[in-house]
């Protein structure tokens, strides 16, 4: 079953969201490809990881309830990892 | 912790900041004072110094702005990015800006701003973010319950100690305390003259404009402080001030209003009009005050003459005023301020303070009045 499309917009809203946050602060180049063939890998899922692992989540490579709440959070402007 | 890329920091430690505006939410007072305080932060587990310019370039520039601001970053209104600041280096190196489209405040409500302060201040010292969530350098803003309990983490002492080292050893301990750059009047300026005195749970304040000084008899130490760094909803440019010990109160007088002070605490209720005590409405404002615990009497002075309140009837005394220098003679010019230390009363007139034997009923030293700075 394909998600309502109210439900699919939600999650491309989600997703440009984080695709954002981690462009931000967690060095996610601009033109990353959201997913590749395995669900579990491809930059966007790694950058999830490294940003839940920094900010102190349980790292599941997903878009869970906490990880879309830290996202929300008020926070300092500078990136969480450097170049 | 973690530092910028490639480790920038400043090379030398006398660092120099601007506060080039200012945010509308806020008093000035309470934002020159919540970036005291956070530059004191790092101050005082580094052997680094700020000292304020007024004008120019400094090393650390502090602004305000909404949206666009100039740099590559802009603000994004509410919520969200609170704030962002650069590394050490030239020009916009060191720069702390912040958003004035979030809510800045003194309390845990709202953004607190010394708190977001020590963060960014941390970014224009060298420090990047923490992945400690105990850390002031952790990304996410938190705010805390009770502000005084406000300590640097052990991470983010070691990050900055990492750049700077501890405060050095061989940093000679000045052994007068030496008065902040930024002081508005040097303390041992011979013209000193003082807003209001009074004793605090056997300290005593000396205020004047924005500041006050802190003397400790135990210790002799003397600390120099914004008014607005303890009591932020205080004015400035006080008229009158004095202890009553039996309520552990401060009592502070400006205009014909008057605020009760507990600690750090302005009690609730203030302020309230001096008219309240028994004052006539020709009376618009007090010049100093004192309260001699052993009688339960409060003296207000107000030119040449002076008042007495019953602390225990809370009701001012009939028979007054009476002229000052009819019972207090030799003191026969317009009082600034007056405490009492070791028995005597201490009256402030202009840059001249008189010692008054209250027993002998006679002044029995004249001095200048920043004696009690160790100058």
């Known amino acids: ?18 695709q954002q946050y981690l462009e931000n602060y967690y060095n996610l180049p601009k033109d990353a490809k959201q997913f590749v063939r395995r669900r579990d890998s491809g930059p966007v899922v790694k950058k999830i990881r490294e940003m839940q692992k920094f900010l102190g989540l349980e790292v599941t490579g997903k878009l869970d309830s906490d990880t879309m709440e830290v996202i929300h959070k008020p926070r300092c402007g500078i990136p969480d990892v450097g170049d | 912790f973690t530092t910028f890329p490639n480790m920038p920091k400043w090379r030398k430690t006398q660092l120099t900041y601007r506060i080039v505006n200012y945010t509308p939410d806020l008093p000035r007072d309470a934002v ?21 310019l007024y004008e120019g370039e400094a090393d650390i520039m502090i602004s305000f702005a909404v949206g666009e601001h100039g740099d590559f970053y802009r603000f994004d209104g509410p919520g969200n990015v609170l704030a962002h600041a650069y590394p050490p280096g030239q020009g916009i190196y060191g720069d702390a800006h912040f958003d004035d489209d979030e809510q800045w405040t003194m309390e845990t409500a709202g953004t607190n701003l010394f708190l977001v302060a020590v963060h960014e201040l941390g970014h224009s010292l060298g420090l990047f973010h923490s992945a400690n969530m105990e ?23 070691d990050g900055i100690q990492s750049l700077y080292g501890s405060p050095s050893d061989d940093t000679p301990v000045p052994t007068k305390p030496v008065p902040p750059t930024h002081e508005p009047l040097a303390m041992c300026d011979p013209a000193l003259s003082l807003d209001a005195v009074s004793t605090l749970r056997g300290e005593v304040l000396f205020f004047k404009d924005r500041h006050f000084w802190r003397k400790s008899f135990r210790t002799h130490e003397l600390e120099f402080h914004l008014i607005s760094s303890f009591w932020p909803s205080l004015p400035s440019d006080l008229d009158a001030a004095y202890e009553v010990t039996s309520k552990d109160t401060v009592f502070v007088f400006k205009g014909n209003q008057f605020w009760g002070v507990r600690g750090g605490e302005v009690q609730a209720g203030y302020p309230r009009s001096i008219h309240t005590l028994g004052f006539p409405p020709t ?21 040449d003459k002076y008042w007495r309140f019953d602390e225990k009837r809370q009701s001012m005394e009939p028979g007054f005023p009476r002229q000052i220098a009819e019972d207090f003679p030799g003191v026969d010019t317009k009082i600034d301020a007056v405490f009492e230390a070791f028995g005597f009363y201490y009256f402030f007139s202009g840059s001249s303070q008189l010692e008054f034997d209250p027993n002998a009923k006679k002044v029995t030293h004249i001095l200048k009045s920043n004696s009690w700075f160790n100058c």
């Open chain 1, 1 to 18: 079953a394909y998600p309502l499309d109210g439900a699919a917009r939600g999650q491309d809203t989600s997703m440009e969201l984080v």
């Open chain 2, 32 to 52: 020159d004072s919540a970036i005291e305080r956070a530059l004191k932060v790092w101050e005082e587990v580094t052997p680094l110094t700020f000292s304020r």
């Open chain 2, 135 to 157: 850390a002031v350098m952790y990304p996410l803003y938190k705010s805390l319950t009770d502000l005084a309990q406000f300590r640097l983490s052990q991470d983010d002492v």
């Open chain 2, 283 to 303: 009376v618009k404002k007090i010049d100093a005050a004192i309260s001699n615990k052993d009688k339960k009497k409060t003296y207000f002075f107000v030119e």
